[in-house]
């Protein structure tokens, strides 16, 4: 964004170098992808409302979950809302536990505004998320196979040997919150981008279908890897708080690494370079 | 793939981009609870339920089976969900004497209707399994059961060629409410080798907590599928004319008929 004329017609040509960045498949994709996920999130974080405790192995020890959100009385009698995790207690009122919904005291795990529907009606969050994950994964499995055979993409996602032992100092350069604009992404990017695409995704939707009673007497290997069906309940939700991560720290940067030009690379594809981003074929990608 | 073309930003397309993004955030952010209540957003939604129906038919065989486990893995107590002690006059007099009188009734779209008592099913090919039992609402418990194998039971009323549910009715106003307790699954399930009348949890016999003195174990569904305090079994062509049309309690509240996922 620092580096954007005013009036892009003063520059020659060379200055103002804009390429295609994304096709329209990964245009597409990324933006139906950023709807199914907020659906599944939301309408996950209602399911989970409906027993909202973790554990972990083939079922539920009911007196010591691994994780639990809940809502009790105070010393002082008054009621409060609280995360327990193994033996800690943290005291969470007003957002987890114990939240205010139309300004009404509701004793829910995740607020109201948080969830999909609203109010607590599992039927309707399940049937969100089913239908969210029935766009979320054909297209999922469909992105990962365009990922790997179209050469660009691949060239795209996967770092080159200079970047992969280039990680450290690009680490470093991120950190001091300087970044390129250049065709190719940088190690860093595509190392997250790889975990995301080929780890998180896939594995939210492996865990998922753990949970599913069906799904199990079809492919009961899924039991043994995740470790039976609560610790992929377990996973599930760990897996979609990375994803939350993930998303904090990407919008951050799309934020800050020149918002419009890489919304406008997601959105018609164009990218503009930086000035100093070298030129050369090989350093970019339709 | 297109070599990269070098163009020049356009500001009429960035005025363009800002305000489809401000647009699509504004309308992400309101209704989302409206739409739940709209009759044909929930008759979309509906749809994926006989969609993962179809698609986990496809990857699980008629056979396939639920994980069993070892006696080890069985819990404590395995936690009783819904009703837990029917209070009507009828079910009481059944648990005071032990389900002594009590009949299993089968009928509907059979040749042989008929009545069991729970010697006459304990007779029956039996299975013991030690299963996980999934609830819906997210836990799961293992426990042993031992019951009646149905595909076996149903063999006795031999159902005709129209019969496609089991439908289940039972003995329960859960939560004290005006309806009784009721379920359906097809014949699919219904002559699973795993789909049992179970009538032992643990080596002993089923408690009132568990649905005495009978319930179904359906180990490919959720909990809400397995009917507890059955009391009598019908084979029909369609449910839309039992209760609120939809294939059982829950199902009238909402809940999917297909409880695989």
């Known amino acids: 964004m620092n580096k954007h004329n005013d009036n892009p017609y003063a520059n020659p040509p060379e200055r103002a170098r804009v390429i295609k960045r994304h096709g329209l498949f990964t245009r597409v994709w990324h933006w139906v992808n950023l709807v199914c996920l907020v659906i599944l999130l939301m309408s996950g974080l209602q399911i989970f409302n409906a027993h909202p405790s973790l554990y972990w192995g083939n079922d539920s020890s009911f007196d010591a979950p691994a994780l639990q959100i809940t809502a009790m009385r105070g010393d002082d009698g008054a009621p409060m809302g609280v995360v327990r995790i193994g033996g800690y207690r943290i005291n969470t009122t007003g957002v987890l536990g114990l939240s205010r919904d139309d300004g009404e005291l509701d004793a829910r795990a995740f607020p109201a505004w948080a969830t999909l529907p609203g109010p607590q009606w599992l039927a309707m969050g399940r049937y969100w998320h089913f239908a969210a994950a029935w766009v979320f994964a054909p297209l999922l499995l469909a992105y990962l196979v365009y990922t790997l055979i179209s050469p660009a993409r691949r060239r795209l996602v996967w770092p080159t040997a200079a970047q992969w032992r280039g990680l450290p100092a690009t680490i470093a350069h991120h950190a001091r919150l300087k970044f390129d604009h250049s065709a190719d992404y940088n190690g860093l990017q595509k190392l997250t981008y790889l975990l995301v695409l080929f780890g998180l995704l896939p594995l939210m939707v492996l865990t998922g279908l753990t949970m599913s009673p069906t799904m199990n007497a079809a492919w009961p290997w899924l039991l043994d890897v995740f470790g039976g069906r609560q610790s992929a309940r377990t996973l599930h939700f760990i897996f979609a708080f990375l994803l939350v991560a993930f998303f904090v720290i990407h919008l951050g940067l799309v934020l800050i690494s020149g918002v419009f030009n890489n919304l406008r690379s997601m959105i018609t594809g164009r990218y503009r370079l930086g000035d100093d981003a070298p030129a050369d074929k090989d350093n970019r990608h339709a | ?261």
């Open chain 2, 1 to 261: 793939m297109r070599d990269s073309k070098l163009i020049l930003p356009d500001p009429k397309r960035r005025r363009l981009i800002t305000g489809l993004g401000a647009l699509g955030a504004s309308a992400a952010l309101t209704g989302c609870d409206s739409l739940s209540r709209n009759d044909r957003v929930q008759d979309l939604l509906g749809a994926t339920d006989r969609l993962t129906r179809a698609a986990q038919r496809l990857v699980s065989s008629r056979e396939s089976l639920a994980r069993e486990f070892g006696e080890r893995d069985i819990a404590p107590t395995m936690r009783a969900n819904g009703s837990t002690d029917p209070s009507n006059d009828d079910y009481k007099r059944h648990a005071a004497n032990g389900f002594a009188d009590w009949r299993l009734r089968i009928d509907g779209l059979v040749r042989q209707p008929a009545d069991f008592s729970i010697d006459d099913l304990k007779a029956m090919p039996s299975r013991t399994q030690i299963t996980r039992h999934d609830c819906v609402e997210g836990w799961s418990c293992i426990a042993k059961w031992t019951g009646a194998v149905l595909g076996e039971v149903l063999d006795r009323v031999r159902p005709t060629s129209a019969a496609r549910y089991v439908v289940f009715h039972c003995a329960d106003n859960i939560y004290g409410g005006p309806v009784k307790y009721y379920e359906s699954i097809d014949m699919v399930e219904a002559y699973h080798p795993q789909t049992l009348l179970a009538y032992g949890l643990n080596d002993d016999r089923l408690p009132i907590a568990n649905g005495a003195p009978l319930r179904l174990r359906a180990e490919r569904q959720l909990g809400y599928k397995m009917a507890k305090y059955v009391m009598r079994i019908e084979l029909v062509d369609s449910f839309a004319s039992i209760q609120g049309g939809n294939g059982g309690y829950w199902e009238d509240r909402g809940y999917e008929w297909w409880a695989g996922i």
